[in-house]
């Protein structure tokens, strides 16, 4: 399946093509590397998730190794030259050179291939690469269209590539003299699942097919100044747009499992964490089947100043 709007899986494989072709005529040889795995990418679009595994071969130019690959970026595919030693490429560890557009003239796609391979420097203004900008609209973006969202799930998994992504966002999120004190746990075992979904009351995200749960160690960051509540907000925080800009909906469980009735101390039992961390948020991963309402916020001027408490100017 293949839901980008503009161009069909066939197109952007033929353009694909198109760029080997490219780096044939510069002198990159075709490599006869056996690899152990797929190169596998996934995007997810409000109509789902669309996994594609690609038999794309490897060239060797220089000494290094080259392959196409293609990233998501801004709802629109973009091909990326995937760079590396002979140890990358085997690892499967390559790293990405800048993304293009596929819809580029042959002039300036032959330009990308030339500054991927190493050819020729990449311009101090290259127009065609991802824009800075692009990237912070992309997380505006994300923030501005987040909501907490209580419906239905759809059943599609969420591939562990994404819940990586997500955990990674948690992971850098800033902490009180970087102590790190949230950890984070991904489900995507139904069997584990169910069984802390069967202990959340009221429940909730019973249709979720992967959630997070955000454990805490409530270890002093110096003296007496305990940050472990911001460590793990930060986190969830982070998580949360992750989920949105992967094309995902979530809510930030914790008043439901850390009152009196210690639900989230089931659920840390059911995980086996140990004595020393508290579970304190439940986070459902998952592709909506409804729309998230949206809540009333207060007027920016009744929350957000200049110059001083209550000032417009
Ligand atoms: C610390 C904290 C605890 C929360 N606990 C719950 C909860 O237990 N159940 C729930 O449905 N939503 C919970 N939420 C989500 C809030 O209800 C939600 O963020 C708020 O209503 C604003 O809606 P929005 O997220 O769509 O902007 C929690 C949010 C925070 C920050």
């Known amino acids: 399946m293949w839901f980008y709007e ?11 093509d198109k760029v080997e072709q490219m780096m044939l005529s510069l002198g990159a040889q075709k490599a006869d590397v056996q690899l152990s795995y797929e190169q596998k990418t996934s995007a997810v679009t409000p109509q789902g998730t669309a996994e594609w595994s690609s038999q794309r ?23 990326v030259i995937e760079f590396g030693s002979y140890d990358d490429l085997i690892n499967n560890t390559m790293e990405d050179a800048q993304p293009f557009p596929y819809d580029l003239s042959p002039e300036n796609m032959l330009s990308e291939v030339k500054y991927s391979l190493g050819i020729e420097p990449y311009p101090e203004d290259d127009e065609l690469s991802p824009k800075k900008g692009e990237c912070l609209m992309n997380v505006l973006e994300a923030i501005n269209s987040r909501r907490s969202y209580r419906g239905k799930f759809k059943p599609d998994p969420v591939p562990r590539e994404h819940l990586v992504r997500i955990l990674n966002a948690g992971l850098n999120a800033p902490s009180g003299c970087n102590k790190q004190t949230a950890s984070l746990i991904a489900v995507d075992d139904r069997q584990v699942l169910d069984k802390l979904l069967g202990v959340i009351q009221p429940p909730v995200a019973q249709t979720a097919p992967a959630a997070i749960c955000v454990l805490t160690q409530r270890i002093n960051a110096y003296r007496d100044k305990c940050y472990a509540v911001q460590d793990y907000s930060a986190a969830i925080e982070n998580m949360l747009l992750a989920i949105v800009e992967l094309g995902y909906q979530s809510c930030w469980y914790e008043g439901h499992i850390t009152d009196e009735d ?15 961390y508290d579970l304190v948020c439940f986070m459902p991963v998952g592709i909506a089947d409804g729309e998230p309402t949206k809540p009333n916020k207060k007027p920016f001027e009744q929350r957000a100043w200049f110059n001083g408490f209550g000032k417009t100017e």
Not at 6 to 16: D, L, P, S, Y
Request: avoid cysteine; charged fraction near 25%; glycine fraction near 8%.
């Open 6 to 16: 503009n161009v069909t899986r066939e197109q952007f494989e033929a353009v694909k």
């Open 57 to 79: 071969a490897v060239f060797a130019f220089g000494d290094e190794y080259f392959r196409i690959g293609e990233v998501l970026f801004s709802k629109k595919p973009f091909i």
């Open 262 to 276: 210690n639900i989230a101390g089931k659920m840390a039992e059911i995980l086996g964490v140990p004595s020393d």
